[in-house]
Every structure is written in structure tokens, then in C-alpha cells.
């Protein structure tokens, strides 16, 4: 059974930063888009970033572009996500999920190109 684990999760203080981590099994990631979403409480989950497999790109939300960066080591089979700048509109819990497809584009964007999803990790920003 694929397992997607997320960690890093916390409390921060508004411009500070976190770094998430998403560990798979039995799964690689190496050659499948890996995406981060969030879901804030009353709202629907939103796309994060992603970042395709292979040595493939990256893509952000506009909400998060130049704070937020994602990235996969593959040795480890973990993909992180950085959040520098964080604000308290961050606040979220976050998902790690990944395709059954391989692929080096990370222009999915849409929870519903992602068959594996993590349990979430809670982000509070707030002073």
C-alpha cells in the first residue's frame, strides 16, 4: 500500500519559515510529478506547487511564487517544501501528493491528476 508521509509541520511567526517534507513508500518519486496542496479551515483545497519527475520544472500558485519553493531529492525519495515570508493567510494543512503517471511536466495543477495523497501537516502562522 502506498504511504505518503508529510512532517515539518508547526507554529510560526509571520515572516517566518518552515520546511515541509513528504516521504514515499513502497512508491518512487523520481520520475512522477509530486505537488503540494493546502486546505485553510471553510475553504476548498488549493494547489501549492509541484515539481515533475526526472529533473523535470517546477510550477507555484501566484499566492506563493517567490516565498515557497519545491524541490525533490531523489537519493532520499522526499520532496520538500520551503516556505520563506510566511504570512498568516499561509495557514493551512498542507498535502503532499503524487501521480501514478510518470511525467517531467509539473503543470498539473488540479487534485484530481493526483491518485496518492498524504494525512496533512497542520501550518499555523500567527503571532
Known amino acids: 500500500q502506498v504511504q505518503l508521509v508529510e512532517s515539518g509541520g508547526g507554529l510560526v511567526q509571520p515572516g517566518g519559515s518552515l520546511r515541509l517534507s513528504c516521504a514515499a513508500s513502497?512508491?518512487?518519486?523520481?520520475?512522477?510529478?509530486v505537488a503540494w496542496f493546502r486546505q485553510a479551515p471553510r475553504k476548498e483545497r488549493e494547489f501549492v506547487a509541484a515539481?515533475?519527475?526526472?529533473?523535470?520544472?517546477?510550477a507555484y500558485a501566484d499566492s506563493v511564487k517567490g516565498r515557497f519553493t519545491v524541490s525533490k531529492d531523489n537519493a532520499k525519495n522526499t520532496v520538500y517544501l520551503q516556505m520563506n515570508s510566511l504570512k498568516p493567510e499561509d495557514t493551512a494543512v498542507y498535502y503532499c501528493?503524487?501521480?501514478?503517471?510518470?511525467?517531467?511536466?509539473?503543470?498539473?495543477?488540479?487534485?484530481?491528476?493526483?491518485?496518492?495523497w498524504g494525512q496533512g501537516t497542520q501550518v499555523t502562522v500567527s503571532s
Open positions: 501528493a503524487c501521480t501514478s503517471f510518470s511525467s517531467t511536466y509539473a503543470r498539473y495543477t488540479s487534485s484530481r491528476d493526483y491518485a496518492y
Open positions: 515539481v515533475g519527475g526526472s529533473g523535470g520544472g517546477t
Open positions: 513502497p512508491l518512487t518519486f523520481s520520475s512522477r510529478p
